[in-house]
C-alpha cells in the first residue's frame, strides 16, 4: 500500500473557489511536498514543506502539516481553470534511504 | 538547461523483449529515481539511487534492473517485458534526496 494518501480523489469547482486537497501518511518523515501534474506529464514541484514546520505559503498555495495526526493539506486559493491539474503529495521518510514516496493524488477540475 | 531527459518518449514491445530507459541529468545532483505511473494512479517507486555508485529497490522492484551508469546517467532495465508493465515511466533527480525532485517528461511503453 502507498505511503500516501490523498482525498477526495478527484474535486470539482468553480474558478474563484478554494480547492483544499488532504494527504495521509503512515511513517515519520524528513518533509512532504507537493508536485503538480498537467495531463500526464513530467511532474512539477510546487511547496516542500519540512517536518519541523507546521504551515507555508507560496503565492496562492498554502499548506499545512501535522506530524501528530500524519496529515497535510494543500489549499489552491482564487482558483483558475489553468489550475486544473492532478495534485500528488509525496513524503521524504524519515530513514536512512532517500526514498520519496508519492501518494494516489487528488484529480482537481476548475470549471471557468 | 535540459533538466532530466528520458529516452524514447515513446516504445512498444512484444512480450519477452528486452529494452532499456535511459535517463540523464545535467543539474549535478545526486540522487536519482524511477517511478511507474499505471492510468488514474500515482506514481509509484521502482528503483532510487541515493548517490553514485548505489542503487536501491523501492516498491515496485520485481522485473526491473537498473544502472547508475555515472552521475549523469540512471538507466531502467526490463529483461524480458510483461503486459503488467506497460505504463508510463517517470525518471527524477533531486540535489541529495531531501529536497524538491525534477522530473523528465517520461516513457509511455505499452507491451502487447
Known amino acids: 500500500s502507498q505511503q500516501g494518501e490523498e482525498d477526495p480523489q478527484a474535486l470539482s469547482i468553480q474558478e474563484g473557489e478554494n480547492a483544499t486537497m488532504n494527504c495521509s501518511y503512515k511513517?515519520?518523515?524528513?518533509?512532504l511536498q507537493w508536485y503538480r501534474q498537467n495531463s500526464g506529464r513530467g511532474l512539477v514541484h510546487l511547496i516542500l514543506i519540512r517536518s519541523n514546520e507546521r504551515e507555508k505559503h507560496s503565492g496562492r498555495l498554502r499548506v499545512t502539516l501535522d506530524t501528530s495526526k500524519k496529515s497535510s493539506s494543500l489549499l489552491i486559493t482564487a482558483s483558475r481553470a489553468a489550475d486544473t491539474a492532478s495534485y500528488f503529495c509525496?513524503?521524504?521518510?524519515?530513514?536512512?534511504?532517500?526514498?520519496?514516496?508519492f501518494g494516489s493524488g487528488t484529480r482537481l477540475l476548475v470549471r471557468p | 538547461n535540459a533538466g532530466v531527459t528520458q529516452t524514447p518518449k515513446f516504445q512498444v514491445l512484444k512480450t519477452g523483449q528486452s529494452m532499456t530507459l535511459q535517463c540523464a541529468q545535467d543539474?549535478?545532483?545526486?540522487?536519482m529515481y524511477w517511478y511507474r505511473q499505471d492510468p488514474g494512479m500515482g506514481l509509484r517507486l521502482i528503483y532510487y539511487?541515493?548517490?553514485?555508485?548505489?542503487?536501491d529497490k523501492g516498491e515496485v522492484p520485481n522485473g526491473y534492473n537498473v544502472s547508475r551508469l555515472n552521475k549523469r546517467e540512471f538507466s531502467l532495465r526490463l529483461e524480458s517485458a510483461a503486459p503488467s508493465q506497460t505504463s508510463v515511466y517517470f525518471c527524477a533527480s533531486s540535489e541529495r534526496g531531501r529536497t524538491e525532485a525534477f522530473f523528465g517528461q517520461g516513457t509511455r511503453l505499452t507491451v502487447v
Open positions: 511513517t515519520s518523515i524528513n518533509n
Open positions: 539511487s541515493a548517490s553514485e555508485g548505489t542503487t
Open positions: 543539474m549535478n545532483h545526486n540522487s
Open positions: 509525496a513524503t521524504d521518510l524519515m530513514d536512512s534511504s532517500y526514498k520519496l514516496i
